[in-house]
């Protein structure tokens, strides 16, 4: 028995743009023998690509409107590469290997992204993607041009541990935005060949390049399959250092591959809830409310001391405290992670 060679190519980004319009316009494909190989292959006949369309077409130095930035075509081509990367699995740091239905993905989101194209094209219901926010520091892109390796640059975290060289986007950067936007790009193209006719895709995003993201998917997605952009109040408290402005607000971008008229569903949040003296990154500290100071809605008695709140934001009760008519009678003293 012969065994079966399997195929470790990703999908060819160009193969299925031009597999969707054969779907809907197959007179303007033609055949032409390649000189290279001396085999006959289908391709678009442009000609009759333009007579299909009529008057809506434009060519040359027309004006027209657009948006655009240094690198835009290489991020389209390098949506559209294959990749012959491979996914391998993890036993050893997985979770009920043998039975479970969930799969967790480490690696470049790129690359991922390819690789699920062949089992899941066109079958994803949701995507939701938290991409780094281009803030000057956070984010890192990957640079195919550098290929010095040293430990001080591993170090630095100017490569990963397969040897990637990457390299931070500050605001002194000449492509600033460019970089981000082609990053944006690329994922975003390949996302939306992953969606469902019917599926919807979320995006979190703040306010440095929100009006970047919204023209970026208005063209990945097609502008009238916007759905909406929900504020999301990431805060109560925010941070007293913001330069002009407190800002409590970010942003979840949402479209959907094909527009439908169903309504979304969701579960309302009837509960109020607040940690607005806690943050989370900040080191333990003590903090004491004077007695008679504070109300509460907790019943009257005593409140021994102990460790209260959640698993992320502790709270301690260093000393036994007492609440009567809703008011703490003595002093309150805390030690959490206070702003």
């Known amino acids: 028995m012969t065994p079966k060679k399997l195929d470790n190519k990703s999908a060819d980004g160009n193969?299925?743009?031009?597999?969707?319009?054969?779907?809907?316009?197959?007179?303007?494909?033609?055949?032409?023998?390649?000189?290279?190989?001396?085999?006959?292959?289908?391709?678009?006949?442009?000609?009759?690509?333009?007579?299909?369309l009529g008057d809506d077409t434009v060519e040359g130095e027309h004006e027209r409107y657009q948006f655009t930035w240094p690198g835009k075509q290489a991020a389209r081509l390098e949506a559209a590469a294959e990749t012959t990367e491979t996914l391998r699995p993890v036993p050893e740091d997985s979770v009920d290997w043998d039975t479970t239905e969930n799969l967790y993905i480490e690696g470049d989101n790129l690359r991922v992204l390819k690789l699920l194209q062949k089992s899941y094209l066109g079958k994803v219901k949701m995507i939701y993607i938290d991409p780094p926010y281009n803030t000057g520091n956070d984010f890192v892109y990957h640079d195919d041009f550098a290929h010095s390796v040293t430990e001080e640059e591993l170090t630095s975290g100017n490569i990963d541990l397969e040897g990637n060289r990457y390299r931070r986007n500050t605001d002194s950067n000449?492509?600033?935005?460019?970089?981000?936007?082609?990053?944006?790009?690329?994922?975003?193209?390949?996302?939306?060949?992953?969606?469902?006719?019917?599926?919807?895709?979320?995006?979190?995003?703040?306010?440095?390049?929100?009006?970047?993201?919204?023209k970026i998917c208005d063209e990945v997605f097609g502008e009238r399959n916007f759905v909406d952009i929900f504020n999301w109040a990431k805060t109560e408290t925010p941070e007293n250092l913001s330069k002009k402005s407190k800002q409590i607000i970010e942003y979840i971008l949402c479209y959907q591959k094909n527009l439908s008229p169903t309504k979304f569903k969701g579960i309302k949040k009837e509960a109020v809830s607040s940690n607005g003296l806690l943050n989370q990154p900040n080191k333990m500290k003590p903090l004491i409310f004077p007695a008679n100071c504070v109300q509460t809605s907790m019943a009257d008695g005593v409140i021994k001391s102990g460790k209260y709140g959640t698993d992320s934001y502790e709270v301690n009760l260093l000393e036994d405290t007492e609440v009567k008519n809703g008011i703490f009678i003595r002093e309150v003293h805390l030690k959490a992670k206070f702003k």
């Open 15 to 52: 193969r299925l743009n031009l597999e969707a319009l054969y779907a809907i316009a197959p007179s303007c494909f033609t055949e032409v023998r390649d000189p290279k190989t001396g085999e006959t292959k289908q391709v678009v006949n442009f000609d009759t690509l333009r007579t299909l």
């Open 174 to 214: 000449g492509r600033f935005h460019s970089d981000w936007c082609s990053m944006m790009l690329s994922r975003l193209l390949v996302a939306h060949s992953l969606l469902a006719e019917d599926g919807v895709t979320f995006i979190s995003i703040d306010d440095n390049e929100v009006h970047n993201l919204r």
